[in-house]
């Protein structure tokens, strides 16, 4: 049991189907070996393999920018949001500030525009 290895983000339409929502960063409870991890999904345990992940050592101190593509029905003003690393709200914003405040947890993270989420 090793209940520090990192957090996660899910990749894929699988990840999406087992409730992980895209852009967010989740905390890696379990590594049980041989690529499975179990995630702190909104304190729900959910067992997925890495393949469907992106793991990362360090808690994520930046907003993950998720960009739709136009079949997944978003107008031009939703096509990009960004999701908070603290505590999951999302953000519709425009222009391309360095950083942003949430509106929620009212913590200011840096915005990493090369992010692909
Ligand atoms: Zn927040």
């Given at each position: 049991m090793?209940?520090?290895?990192g957090?996660a983000?899910g990749?894929?339409?699988f990840?999406e189907e087992?409730?992980l929502?895209?852009g ?15 995630l702190d999904?909104?304190d729900v345990?959910v067992r ?8 990362r050592?360090s ?5 993950s920018?998720v960009r739709l593509?136009?079949a997944q029905?978003?107008d ?6 960004l999701?908070?690393?603290g505590?999951h ?7 391309r500030?360095?950083?942003?405040e949430?509106?929620k947890?009212?913590k ?6 090369s992010?692909r989420?």
């Amino acid at each position: 049991m090793n209940g520090a290895i990192g957090w996660a983000r899910g990749s894929g339409e699988f990840a999406e189907e087992r409730g992980l929502r895209r852009g967010e960063w989740y905390k890696v409870l379990e590594d049980q070996g041989a690529g499975w991890l179990v995630l702190d999904v909104n304190d729900v345990h959910v067992r997925i393999t890495r393949d469907y992940l992106v793991v990362r050592r360090s808690q994520p101190k930046t907003w993950s920018v998720v960009r739709l593509t136009p079949a997944q029905g978003a107008d031009e003003t939703h096509r990009m949001y960004l999701v908070c690393p603290g505590c999951h709200t999302r953000q519709h914003l425009t222009g391309r500030p360095k950083e942003s405040e949430c509106p929620k947890c009212r913590k200011t993270y840096p915005v990493d525009w090369s992010d692909r989420a």
